[in-house]
């Protein structure tokens, strides 16, 4: 049985009891008994009688399509959201349309109760009419966010060597130029941030070529 196992932030590699070679189609079990069939890549390592591979989706899911569908479907709700708050909105408009501006309610007279009836019925529509605006903008926040993901390159994907190899050779330059000051230094820490930055992505550069080269 091959199951899920976690090798790094965001890149979940296959456990497996057997061997197998790059570009075979296995079946890989989620913590939740599901299958996808998945393309194995490169062996990460061996123990316990285990064999570890990086693997990527058969049908070509990955972070980049779970972070649209996200973006779609709060996308949805903010709109469904939307339109049930301006329902209610034009519901307390509606409930109120016919008494005079300024009307104060007519104490003993025959209208009172329903003045005050219609003043509650009109307060709670808006009411609703607030919470689901404000549950439309929450969604619609949410939206955007994972819109923005659904361009995110990281280790889980096979082009992350070539996309982290460009950001390199761009720390790289940008070091070099705070280094002999063709690029001005914002602050005292500029030139120790941009090397950090540089091991860091040489970090992720060594890990992406044993997952994908």
């Known amino acids: 049985m091959n199951t899920y196992y976690k090798y790094c932030p965001n890149v979940f590699v296959a456990k497996c009891t057997e061997p197998h070679e790059k570009g075979e189609i296995i079946p890989v079990t989620t913590k939740y008994g599901k299958e996808n069939d998945c393309i194995v890549f490169n ?38 959201a939307d339109a049930k708050s301006e329902a209610q909105f034009n519901k307390s408009h509606s409930i109120t349309e016919m008494i005079p501006m300024g009307q104060p309610i007519l104490v003993g007279h025959h209208s009172e109760a329903r003045h005050r009836r219609d003043i509650e019925r009109s307060w709670s529509a808006l009411g609703k009419g607030v919470e689901l605006m404000e549950k439309s903008e929450a969604h619609e926040s949410k939206a955007e966010y994972w819109a923005k993901m659904a361009n995110k390159i990281d280790l889980s994907m096979p082009e992350s060597l070539e996309y ?47 997952l994908w080269d």
């Open 43 to 80: 062996i990460v390592g061996q123990k316990d009688g285990f064999f570890y591979y990086s693997i990527v989706r058969a049908d070509g899911y990955n972070l980049q399509e779970r972070a649209k569908a996200k973006a779609e479907r709060y996308a949805k709700w903010a709109s469904i």
């Open 164 to 210: 982290y190899q460009y950001l390199l050779e761009a720390a790289k330059e940008k070091h070099e130029g705070l280094k002999n000051g063709t690029i001005e230094r914002g602050h005292s820490f500029s030139l120790t941030y941009a090397k950090k930055e540089v091991n860091e992505i040489e970090k992720k550069i060594k890990i992406a070529k044993l």
